[in-house]
């Protein structure tokens, strides 16, 4: 299996104006950064078009999305801790969270999702076969994560949407 992206997150502990901040790290860029302020209360910015989505909300919480390892990712924590100190954001101590990774590959033999979630004991899945051949488990109690585990292949899925058909006798 690869990985593919990963994403943290973590807060501020208080509000911020998100205007000023990033207006300053527009303009003081040594190259161009594209933002986009989806509402008053969340910006987006990536530095580099290869880069991590930054995602700053009004409550001083943050998500970085989109790095291709964890090491990636402290990466991109740092620099945005830096960024974000150097046009005048005070920064306090935080402890930083890699919540999600994205992981790809093929399993190359057939798997029961259902039956794996059910054994993996995991709080909150997500599975749409219809949509993605693939299941998003998260386990709340460990704030880990797995992503995008176990390929199926066409007759797997369509076995598993007649199994769980009502029967029509």
Not at 29 to 36: K, L, S, V
Not at 127 to 145: A, G
């Amino acid at each position: 299996m690869e990985i593919v992206s990963t994403m943290g997150t973590e807060s501020l502990g208080r509000e911020l104006d998100l205007h000023p901040p990033v207006g300053d790290l527009v303009e003081n860029a040594e190259t161009p950064i594209d933002t986009n302020f989806t509402s008053e209360g969340m910006v987006t910015t990536y530095l580099r078009d290869d880069s991590p989505a930054f995602t700053l909300y009004r409550t001083g919480s943050f998500q970085i999305r989109g790095a291709k390892t964890e090491a990636d990712l402290e990466e991109a924590e740092s620099q945005l801790r830096t960024l974000l100190s150097d046009v005048g954001v005070e920064m306090p101590e935080y402890e930083f969270h890699h919540v999600t990774s994205v992981f790809v590959g093929t399993l190359d033999l057939d798997v029961n999702l259902n039956a794996l979630t059910i054994a993996l004991g995991l709080g909150q899945t997500e599975y749409e076969p219809e949509q993605f051949l693939c299941i998003d488990l998260h386990s709340l109690r460990s704030h880990s994560s797995f992503s995008q585990l176990g390929r199926q292949s066409l007759e797997a899925r369509q076995n598993a949407r007649k199994q769980s058909q009502p029967s029509s006798t």
